[in-house]
């Protein structure tokens, strides 16, 4: 079991940027592909971004292509995710999810350790 907690969620202007955390504890870190997950009020939970467990293979969601990145600092047992260009629509709460595996996951079932979400808010 791995836990997860997350940081850097707040409020930003449209066209701004934040850097959300996700610091890691439990097993062995390294072993785990990550992701980011987020969910708007009203909406179902959806893939934001995962990569695998070297960091090397990345997934994003098509909304966020181009704007946000995801990485890993395997020595800091931490992921992160560079969000720019934010738009209202990136409103949501985002959950950092650790991977069952080490391979890169894209469904909610490919991940079994979740942090407890951090608000992201974004004004127009």
């Known amino acids: 079991q791995v836990q997860l907690v997350e940081s850097g969620g707040g409020l930003v202007q449209a066209g701004g940027s934040l850097t959300l955390s996700c610091a890691a504890s439990?097993?062995?870190?390294?072993?785990?592909?990550m992701g980011w997950f987020r969910q708007a009020p009203g909406k179902e939970r959806e893939i934001v971004a995962a990569?695998?467990?070297?960091?090397?293979?990345?997934y994003y969601a098509d909304s966020v292509k181009g704007r946000f990145t995801i990485s890993r600092d395997n020595a800091k047992n931490t992921v992160y995710l560079k969000m720019n260009s934010l738009k209202p629509e990136d409103t949501a709460v985002y959950y950092c999810?650790?991977?069952?595996?080490?391979?890169?996951?894209?469904?909610?079932?490919?991940?079994?350790?979740w942090g407890q979400g951090t608000q992201v808010t974004v004004s127009s």
């Open positions: 990569l695998d467990w070297r960091g090397v293979t990345t």
């Open positions: 999810a650790a991977g069952r595996g080490l391979r890169i996951g894209v469904q909610e079932s490919d991940f079994g350790s």
């Open positions: 439990g097993r062995i870190f390294v072993n785990a592909a």
